[in-house]
């Protein structure tokens, strides 16, 4: 068996893209068209994996002036996206071989921001097992909500009697546009966090035009006023509200407990008619953060 790893260049693209295809933790996020949109911001160090020349594994990456390499600074999630027929010895050669590879591109540290086990299409846990196996310690946990959607919890009182306000009020949810739900998110961040969001409404405009069938906004108006919203991404078994927001108004109006509400009834009518439609919804991002010194010796 022979592990060769290669730095991605653009004449990686469909070896990269097979991967993704193939892979039992990869997601949209991964693909190449997503990631670059913020190219200009970050000095890439994505590598591949072939085994006998054959792809089986990527790794979306990018590397600071200090040595840093981190999978990825502009992405929700990073880590090594497998292919799903490698089993779990090559696996681990993978791995030791990409480590070694940052080390010879000047990488001094690696920061990984594991993907959650849920979001997965295959039962994946080689990558934490070998981390832990090669010294990778917890640098960040993050508690994230997630509903079945076949096993649904019921609404808590409040936000059932929310939902029901709204929707007495008039309040109604529906399909809406990028640009629209980023004015009320920056207006609502900027007011409660001095901060402007993560992404600029042009750039989440952009990425909805590459991927409209995985990145989508619901809101809540009245009377055509936007009260309230969300930003959902797409993963097929899973529906991820990347961004949540709501007014003073809403939120006394009960607004965002509506939209969750449809959000909910929506993903379950999908996954009802589709086989791959989502089967649960997320909200906060779940991130596992682990790191290593990558001078330390073979991993």
């Known amino acids: 068996m022979n592990i060769r790893i290669e ?55 990018a590397i600071d002036g200090h040595g840093v390499v981190t999978s990825h600074p502009g992405l929700t999630f990073g880590g090594v996206v497998l292919d799903t027929r490698i089993r779990s010895g ?48 917890l640098q960040r946990r993050d508690l994230s909500s997630m509903l079945p959607l076949d096993v649904a919890l019921p609404f808590n009182s409040s936000k059932l009697q929310g939902a029901k306000k709204a929707a007495r009020a008039g309040i109604v949810v529906d399909v809406d546009y990028v640009a629209a739900f980023h004015a009320l998110l920056h207006a609502v961040l900027i007011a409660k966090h ?42 097929g078994h899973v529906w991820h509200t990347q961004y949540l927001a709501c007014s003073d108004e809403g939120r006394d109006a009960g607004a965002l407990d509506l939209v969750v509400q449809e959000l909910i009834h929506e993903a379950a009518r999908r996954s009802q008619s589709q086989p791959t439609g989502a089967n649960a919804i997320v909200g906060r991002d779940p991130e596992d953060h682990a790191a290593l010194p990558l001078k330390r010796p073979a991993l």
Not at 16 to 27: C, D, E, M, Q, Y
Not at 113 to 125: E, H, I, N, Q, W
Not at 196 to 212: C, D, I, M, N, Y
Request: net charge negative; with cysteine.
């Open 90 to 137: 090559v696996a681990f050669g993978v791995f030791d071989a990409m480590f070694g590879f940052l080390r010879e591109c000047g990488g001094r540290r690696c920061v990984l921001k594991l993907l959650p086990a849920a979001f997965t299409s295959y039962p994946s846990a080689e990558l934490e097992y070998a981390l832990w196996r090669r010294g990778f310690t």
């Open 194 to 235: 001095g901060v402007a969001p993560v992404h600029s409404s042009e750039e989440l405009e952009l990425l909805q035009g590459r991927f409209p069938d995985r990145i989508f906004c619901r809101t809540a108006r009245l009377h055509g006023h936007l009260l309230a919203g969300t930003l959902v991404f797409d993963y």
């Open 7 to 61: 730095r991605y260049e653009r004449e990686h693209e469909g070896a990269w893209a097979s991967v993704l295809r193939n892979a039992k933790n990869g997601i949209f996020q991964f693909e190449r068209s997503y990631m670059e949109y913020h190219a200009d911001r970050f000095t890439d160090l994505s590598l591949l994996a072939f085994v006998d020349d054959q792809p089986v594994a990527v790794l979306p990456a």
